[in-house]
Nanobody, 119 residues
Framework: QVQLVESGGGLVQAGGSLRLFCSAS????????MAWYRQAPGKQRELVAT???????HYADSVKGRFTISTDNAKNMVYLQMNSLKPEDTARYFC?????????????WGQGTQVTVSS
């Protein structure tokens, strides 16, 4: 059974930093993409950052220059370094891993970790 567990969220003042962690376990297959999404109350889930296997990172315009996604493929870990946090970054952050098994792609999600930025 595949399991994604996020950690590292919390309450931080505007301008502060947080580092999110996501650990993936189970038979994901061949990982094709690892990503972070977020969802604020009353809003749709949105892509924050993504890194395809062997490809270049991509960031939402709202976080470019402030957030950095990185991975440790050997450990199936994905990280999100968040600097210069703003109140509008407040949301629940979800880890996403897309894996390929027997030719089929499947998305896996964690339960999320809450990030709250106070002004």
């Amino acid at each position: 059974q595949v399991q994604l567990v996020e950690s590292g969220g919390g309450l931080v003042q505007a301008g502060g930093s947080l580092r999110l962690f996501c650990s993936a376990s189970g038979n994901i297959g061949s990982v094709t993409v690892m990503a972070w999404y977020r969802q604020a109350p009353g809003k749709q889930r949105e892509l924050v950052a993504t890194v395809p296997s062997g490809g270049s990172t991509h960031y939402a315009d709202s976080v470019k220059g402030r957030f950095t996604i990185s991975t440790d493929n050997a450990k199936n870990m994905v990280y999100l370094q968040m600097n210069s946090l703003k109140p509008e970054d407040t949301a629940r952050y979800f880890c996403n891993v897309r894996g390929r098994r027997f030719g089929a792609l499947r998305d896996y999600w964690g339960q999320g970790t809450q990030v709250t930025v106070s002004s």
